[in-house]
């Protein structure tokens, strides 16, 4: 079998993906997903200038030769760009894998370990009263997980609140990347969130109980000595997880953090390789994996990196927003349902016209997620409705302090 084409569809559909499919001389056809939120057509261009010309001839049942040849032999490594770029194909030459064998992509990485993913639904509001409501929408959906954000007293603009007037004046749905030739600017004040945070789980512990497994985003924007703060006020509410709380790029700053708190931490959803996780891993500094299959060179790193943390009693927690297609999340979901070591999936539902662009086999039910047991990865790419959503320019926000100072978002 050889690959006879390589092609880069980008679509809109509510908002932008950059998808490639490779096909082979046998019509078996694979998707992989190179979406790379407010930076997509770098990715696209990456691909369709320097990496699609590459795959043809190629074998595609030779995944690992593969994937190391496309990051060895570029001399310049890593980054988001490139290791998008390399999903994209790995995924892809996965399903076509899968399709020759007639299995789902889980049972070539070992077959199944669980009968399906525990996930966990985004929770928000602009009070209280707001905040509880969405909860018990989350709970009636049937997620037994919820994370929990919130609108916080003098700042104007919050990521992560869905209802929330952004600084444009607009509201999004989860979907923080606005059309534009600019990005949006929010505000940020790190003391206020500190105060507030806290009175926000005390509430929700006090009104929905103990046993509800609760999590909560940081969004990187706090230095480890506010991170450890942080993490030792909400130690009374029993949080399954504490996410991103200070830039990981610095690993041994969660040294730090682990001496102050015992609030579990999930780390890397802006990470790219296993190298951004060597220590956090190797000295236990964290407990969940936050990478994303699209944006750490596909399945083959991912299934890579959660054995060697498997090692260390570190669990998954792959990143799920829907910004990574529904290619994407059935990559990961795959390796989620193989491996021993799963904890749990983020997991927000794709819009109609995202579902109408990527038919799938996944199935949500009752809060669990499986991505189905049609061959490869379950999902197919209706180009035609694809084609009629074309790509519109879109930036993630950013962040300035109360001086003006831009800061982490």
Same mark, same amino acid.
């Given at each position: 079998?050889?690959?006879?084409?390589?092609?880069? $569809?980008?679509?809109?559909?509510?908002?932008?993906?950059?998808?490639?499919?490779?096909?082979?001389?046998?019509?078996?056809?694979?998707?992989?997903?190179?979406?790379?939120?407010?930076?997509?057509?770098?990715?696209?261009?990456?691909?369709?200038?320097?990496?699609?010309?590459?795959?043809?001839? !190629?074998?595609?049942?030779?995944?690992?030769?593969?994937?190391?040849?496309?990051?060895?032999?570029?001399?310049?490594?890593?980054?988001?760009?490139?290791?998008?770029?390399?999903?994209?194909? +790995?995924?892809?030459?996965?399903?076509?894998?899968?399709?020759?064998?007639?299995?789902?992509?889980?049972?070539?990485?070992?077959?199944?370990?669980?009968?399906?993913?525990?996930?966990?639904?985004?929770?928000?509001?602009?009070?209280?009263?707001?905040?509880?409501?969405?909860?018990?929408?989350?709970?009636?959906?049937?997620?037994?997980?919820? !994370?929990? *954000?919130?609108?916080?007293?003098?700042?104007?603009?919050?990521?992560?609140?869905?209802?929330?007037?952004?600084?444009?004046? =607009?509201?999004?749905?989860?979907?923080?990347?606005?059309?534009?030739?600019?990005? #949006?600017?929010?505000?940020?004040?790190?003391?206020?969130?500190?105060?507030?945070?806290?009175?926000?789980?005390?509430?929700?512990?006090?009104?929905?109980?103990?046993?509800?497994?609760?999590?909560?985003?940081?969004?990187?924007?706090?230095?480890?000595?506010?991170?450890?703060?942080?993490?030792?006020?909400?130690?009374?509410?029993?949080?399954?997880?504490?996410?991103?709380?200070?830039?990981?790029?610095?690993?041994?700053?969660?040294?730090?953090?682990?001496?102050? #708190?015992?609030?579990?931490?999930?780390?890397?959803?802006?990470?790219?390789?296993?190298? +951004?996780? *060597?220590?956090?891993?190797?000295?236990?500094?964290? +407990?969940?994996?936050?990478?994303?299959?699209?944006?750490?060179?596909? $399945?083959?790193?991912?299934?890579?990196?959660?054995?060697?943390?498997?090692?260390?009693?570190?669990?998954?927690?792959?990143?799920?927003?829907?910004?990574?297609?529904?290619?994407?999340?059935?990559?990961?979901?795959?390796?989620?349902?193989?491996?021993?070591?799963?904890?749990?999936?983020?997991?927000?539902?794709?819009?109609?016209?995202?579902?109408?662009?990527? =038919?799938?086999?996944?199935?949500?039910?009752?809060?669990?997620?499986?991505?189905?047991?049609?061959?490869?990865?379950?999902?197919?790419?209706?180009?035609?409705?694809?084609?009629?959503?074309?790509?519109?320019?879109?930036?993630?926000?950013?962040?300035?302090?109360?001086?003006?100072?831009?800061?982490?978002?």
């Amino acid at each position: 079998m050889k690959i006879t084409a390589a092609d880069v $569809i980008v679509t809109s559909p509510s908002r932008n993906f950059v998808t490639l499919k490779i096909t082979t001389d046998e019509g078996l056809t694979g998707l992989g997903d190179a979406t790379l939120n407010g930076r997509e057509l770098a990715v696209a261009s990456y691909l369709t200038e320097h990496v699609t010309q590459l795959l043809i001839g !190629r074998d595609p049942h030779r995944i690992e030769d593969t994937w190391q040849f496309l990051y060895r032999s570029a001399y310049w490594r890593r980054g988001p760009v490139t290791m998008a770029a390399i999903a994209a194909v +790995d995924m892809a030459l996965w399903d076509i894998k899968g399709k020759a064998a007639g299995m789902p992509v889980y049972q070539l990485l070992g077959g199944a370990s669980r009968t399906a993913l525990r996930t966990y639904g985004h929770a928000s509001g602009r009070d209280i009263p707001e905040l509880f409501d969405s909860i018990r929408q989350h709970l009636e959906e049937g997620y037994k997980s919820i !994370r929990v *954000q919130s609108s916080v007293p003098g700042i104007k603009a919050l990521y992560g609140v869905a209802a929330q007037a952004q600084a444009t004046g =607009e509201r999004y749905d989860f979907e923080p990347a606005g059309r534009g030739a600019q990005p #949006t600017e929010e505000d940020w004040d790190t003391r206020a969130y500190l105060r507030h945070v806290p009175t926000v789980f005390e509430a929700v512990r006090n009104e929905f109980g103990p046993e509800l497994p609760l999590l909560h985003d940081g969004h990187h924007r706090m230095t480890p000595i506010q991170a450890a703060k942080l993490g030792k006020s909400l130690e009374p509410y029993d949080l399954f997880w504490l996410e991103d709380v200070t830039p990981a790029e610095n690993q041994e700053a969660f040294r730090l953090i682990r001496q102050h #708190t015992t609030t579990p931490l999930a780390v890397g959803e802006v990470f790219n390789t296993v190298f +951004d996780f *060597q220590t956090l891993i190797r000295e236990q500094l964290i +407990d969940y994996v936050r990478a994303a299959s699209t944006h750490f060179g596909g $399945i083959s790193p991912l299934k890579k990196v959660m054995d060697y943390a498997a090692q260390y009693q570190i669990r998954s927690g792959f990143h799920g927003p829907t910004d990574v297609s529904p290619v994407g999340l059935a990559a990961q979901s795959h390796v989620g349902l193989a491996i021993h070591n799963f904890g749990i999936q983020e997991y927000m539902e794709h819009s109609k016209k995202t579902n109408t662009v990527f =038919e799938q086999s996944m199935t949500f039910v009752d809060g669990y997620l499986h991505p189905g047991d049609s061959p490869g990865l379950g999902v197919e790419l209706n180009e035609e409705a694809a084609a009629s959503f074309p790509y519109q320019q879109a930036y993630l926000p950013y962040n300035r302090l109360t001086d003006g100072t831009v800061h982490d978002w």
